[in-house]
């Protein structure tokens, strides 16, 4: 009785088929990966909000007034801006194709 | 690619690395629960679902010692606990004896077959029994898994066979 037990025992549990149970575990990952970035998001933003009433908001609206154009018509600024813009893009396609 | 290069990977973030994870071990773990919840194929799956959220977000902890299938036990056996205290769904300690079932009546007893047995174990005993024999984890490793100091799981394997030899008696017969 011993060894048939023990055979018995050791056998491997019985195969569950996954019907996707895989899948919602991945989606539900998914679903509480979104809601941490949310609830990281609104901790900033109500982190941020006493910080923005000592902000002096005007003079740096006017400032960017005064820059935007200048900057816009630089040209090293725009190829800086272009270079970014290429390599993010270029990182966004290989964590898509490889994740 | 190796189980803990695919861990590696999934703790970096690799959401991919993670769901092959997810698809290599889901039968171990909700054959594991169902065994411990006495064949509640729902109950068990909620709980698998549990075991591997908790999973994703303590992957980093994950430091490749033992088995991932037994790293993955420890949490669905934690899982299992919280519910049975929560829900009161069976007495988690000794207390759960066979006596009254320890000599099969003869039409029930060629019924009983190993899972049938098995839910009258006690879940340590359950547990202790699936880890040692059918994961195949070492004693020292299922102690750590499940919590509990080296000799209590000896004996809990040692109780839970005896218990088990009891109730097939009848099923040695027939053979």
């Not at chain 1, 809601?35 to 609206?61: H, K, M, N, Q, S």
Request: charged fraction near 25%; aromatic fraction near 6%; charge should be neutral.
């Amino acid at each position: 009785m011993t060894d048939r037990l023990d055979d018995l025992l050791s056998a491997p549990l019985a195969d569950v088929a996954d019907d996707g149970f895989s899948a919602r575990v991945m989606s539900r990952i998914g679903q509480e990966r979104r809601r941490d970035e949310w609830i990281t998001y609104a901790a900033i933003g109500v982190a941020a909000l006493p910080a923005l009433l000592f902000v002096p908001l005007p003079a740096i609206a006017t400032e960017v007034s005064r820059l935007a154009p200048l900057l816009a018509s630089a040209a090293p600024l725009a190829g800086a801006a272009a270079l970014l813009t290429l390599t993010l893009s270029f990182e966004k396609l290989i964590q898509d194709r490889f994740s | 690619m190796t189980e803990d290069q695919l861990a590696r990977r999934a703790a970096d973030g690799n959401t991919a690395a993670f769901a092959t994870l997810v698809r290599q071990h889901q039968s171990q773990v909700r054959g594991f629960l169902r065994r411990m919840t006495r064949g509640d194929a729902a109950l068990a799956d909620d709980l698998a679902q549990e075991t591997f959220l908790e999973a994703h977000r303590k992957i980093s902890g994950w430091r490749g010692e033992g088995s991932f299938a037994g790293w993955l036990c420890a949490i669905a056996w934690s899982r299992y606990l919280m519910e049975a205290r929560k829900r009161k769904l069976e007495p988690l300690d000794d207390a759960m004896e066979i006596a009254g079932d320890a000599q099969p009546e003869t039409d029930s007893a060629l019924r009983l077959d190993l899972e049938s047995a098995m839910a009258r174990l006690t879940p340590p005993e359950r547990a202790a029994l699936t880890l040692c024999f059918a994961l195949g984890l070492t004693n020292e490793e299922a102690a750590m898994r499940l919590g509990l100091p080296l000799g209590t799981l000896k004996s809990h394997v040692a109780r839970g066979r005896e218990k088990l030899k009891t109730l097939l008696q009848a099923w040695q017969a027939a053979s």
